[in-house]
């Protein structure tokens, strides 16, 4: 076994649950002397060790730990991607370690690092971009690995969990161009991001199906969070001839459009990959591309745990579906 022994792992060999090999780990009662000795078997064959880093997060506790690495959990969408993780990570007796990136590599790598000295028996990553040698099953020991939200390019391949971003992106973008706009401006972070590229190819999509030509200079790349988009936005309204709506590809980014919406007293109908709260309290329509991210996370931890409860068929890529509702005044059509 190339990855470190489990209680699972324990309890398939020895034929009992995973809370009788708890027992016998932590020398409770009542075990059946027979069925401690065949636990004990085990526990020898496989050389399983207690993992004392998890057992002195709770006193009296003995739940195993697997870690999480998102860009940043300020951000409701990685909040909840991490409550869907923990409800099953809870179900099946485990901790879970949060931690956050800053979309930053290097301090990927060290919160990887940091958490295999934790003893985690699993690694669900939110990617940051760059390369991710540090993710190849000799550095992490065997250690099962899901990636969430973002693809990683590793051999061999991991477990992943998407959303469906270009159809999504390309189904908002729709909406805006069916209501009489053909001057839609995007605003974007980082282009290279799986995430961010996908729905900027969603919005080019939903232009060449609409037989409408955007105009480059519409198109805002590079525009990270509130601060940054919120300069774009009225970067684009000072045009002399300014965009009728606007896509946004994430939460942060439609809040700093609707700053400088408000800053600018010029309010243009909104798209955006994300729901957020009092978009239908806005005083200009919003359509929001809507999914379960508690679920994307439920999902990423159900594929890592099928790896600890020793799955070995081949990768898997699951692209949960996303909806388009509208928020706010119902009138999208051009003033």
Do not use: C
């Not at 060449?208 to 200079?217: G, L, M, N």
């Not at 007293?265 to 200009?284: E, Q, R, S, Y």
């Not at 996303?322 to 119902?330: C, E, L, N, S």
Request: glycine share 8%; hydrophobic share 40%; net charge neutral.
């Amino acid at each position: 076994m190339s990855r470190r022994p489990t209680m699972h792992d324990v309890a398939r060999i020895a034929g009992v649950s995973a809370k009788t090999v708890s027992r016998v780990v932590n020398n409770e009662t009542p075990v059946d002397p027979l069925t401690r000795a065949r636990v004990q078997q085990a526990i020898a064959e496989l050389g399983f060790r207690r993992n004392e880093q998890a057992r002195s997060l709770r006193p009296g506790q003995t739940s195993a730990l697997i870690g999480l690495v998102t860009g940043d959990l300020g951000n409701p969408f990685y909040s909840a991607i991490a409550r869907g993780i923990e409800d099953v990570a809870h179900r099946r007796g485990h901790l879970l370690l949060t931690t956050s990136s800053d979309e930053r590599p290097d301090r990927e790598r060290q919160l990887i690092d940091a958490l295999l000295q934790h003893n985690i028996e699993g690694l669900i990553i939110v990617p940051t971009l760059g390369q991710h040698d540090y993710l190849s099953p000799a550095f992490l020991r065997g250690l099962p690995v899901v990636a969430v939200d973002r693809p990683v390019h590793t051999h061999p391949p991991l477990d992943t969990v998407l959303l469906d971003n270009r159809h999504g992106a390309a189904l908002a973008v729709t909406s805006l161009l069916q209501a009489g706009h053909t001057r839609v401006a995007v605003i974007d972070g980082e282009s290279a991001v799986f995430t961010g590229a996908e729905r900027i190819a969603g919005y080019h999509d939903a232009h060449r199906q609409q037989k409408v030509t955007p105009d480059a200079t519409l198109l805002r790349q590079g525009f990270h969070g509130e601060t940054q988009a919120e300069t774009a936005m009225t970067d684009l309204l000072d045009l002399p001839a300014p965009p009728t709506a606007v896509f946004a590809t994430n939460n942060r980014i439609a809040i700093g459009a609707l700053n400088g919406m408000h800053r600018r007293k010029h309010w243009i109908p909104l798209a955006v990959f994300d729901d957020f709260d009092l978009a239908g309290m806005l005083p200009t329509p919003v359509t929001v591309v809507a999914y379960d991210a508690v679920e994307m996370g439920r999902q990423a931890a159900e594929l890592l745990f099928a790896r600890l409860d020793g799955l070995s068929a081949d990768p898997q890529v699951r692209t949960l579906p996303v909806t388009v509702h509208q928020r706010g005044p119902g009138n999208l059509a051009v003033n």
